[in-house]
């Protein structure tokens, strides 16, 4: 899938549910639908996704947005004085986000990463060879136990693929490597992709009938449904004496492949475990796909900020000059938030950045400097501002 196909197409529904758990927070049914709102919104104008785009910020097609959203919420607010003077200076007119805007184009920001670059099939043919994958499949008919030789293998032989044939093929491919006395392959960094760019050189079977349209709303379904909740909780959801892999979701911030080599590395592990359950799953190719791009989102959820710690940081970076302290007026001025008293979080988060110009010269005027977050902080500063006052 090229980038441009990603800016252009799909729709999306985003849903903005108040902090009741870090996983409900936001999951897409499109991420790239943001595409589309980075281009009519005019942050093309200065930033590139890879080649398409303006050359004034930083290209955000290959920096590795390794944050939440509202971690996102916290960079666009640290540097909104230089934003704000270079659209100044390029006569650029500054955009206002709904609160679904800004998590769209956030959420599209953060899904980049998940597509892979191109594979390349002379490190593939190497790493085919020295994993031991020809011990069961040639490059040209069956072997004895009937491996299938890679012309068998679909002309678009991808990560989902894998995925799939490693559920479905799991019990055959292990007895096989048992006999054999081989160890079951790992592979790690591109070898995955670089593998697959190998075998689409060999491979003659017809395309997989498979339209790529990640889903992490109907990953998180599929997640259930496969019955991966008897093996995985996500941030303590779930099973209790499996493992968490909410505490792991930083890994998963990571292109298909490599997401699908993790799945791939474990499945003799997590096989076995289905088995003693008597409960193997299969997966459809949209099912694999949804469930990785699933994965894949875990880091961009933000847990639940805490008010009281929120409290602290509005009065330590100077807010409360302006906005004052518990419905009492600043020792500058008097902004009231009390409008954003149990708005999702998105919606503060956008108003940050709609009245950043505002904002900016009164701070200027008034000789304050403009305050600077930890990505850690944002979530705790917006809980505290919607967190009506007690009476």
Known sequence: MKIGAIISNGTIIVLLVAFTSAVAQILSEDPSRGGSLFVSKGCVKCHAVQDKGGRTGPNLGIIALDATQLELATELWNHAPTMLTGME???????????QE???????????????????????????AQKGCRSCHRVSGRDENGGPGLDEFPRNASPVYMSQAVWKHSRRMMARMLRIGKEWPTFSGNEMIDVLAYIKTRAKG???????????????????????????????????????LGNRAESYYTSLSQ??????????????RASMKDDVP???????????????????????????????????????????????????MYVDLSKYWNSPPAEIAANMWNHSNSMQKAAAGKGVPWPQLKKEEMADLLEFIRTPIKK
Not at 102 to 128: K, Q
């Open 206 to 244: 017809p395309e997989e009938p498979y339209s790529f349209r990640p889903n992490p709303k109907k990953g998180r379904a599929v997640f259930t449904a496969k019955g991966c909740t008897k093996c995985h909780s996500i941030y303590g959801e779930g099973v209790k004496d499996g493992i968490d």
């Open 102 to 128: 800004f998590a769209e184009i956030t959420t599209y920001l953060y899904f980049l990463r998940f597509f892979d670059e191109a594979g390349d099939a002379d490190s593939g043919e190497y790493v085919f």
């Open 89 to 99: 200076r390029e006569g650029i007119a500054k955009p206002t986000l709904t609160a």
């Open 259 to 272: 997401i699908a080599s993790r799945m791939w590395n474990k499945s003799p592990e997590m096989f076995l």
């Open 282 to 332: 299969q997966f459809t190719a949209e099912e694999i796909t949804d469930l990785l791009a699933y994965l894949y989102f875990l880091h961009y959820t933000d847990k639940p900020g805490d008010a009281a710690r929120g409290k602290t940081i509005f009065l330590n970076i100077g807010c409360a000059q302006c906005h004052g302290l518990d419905g009492k007026r600043g020792t500058l």
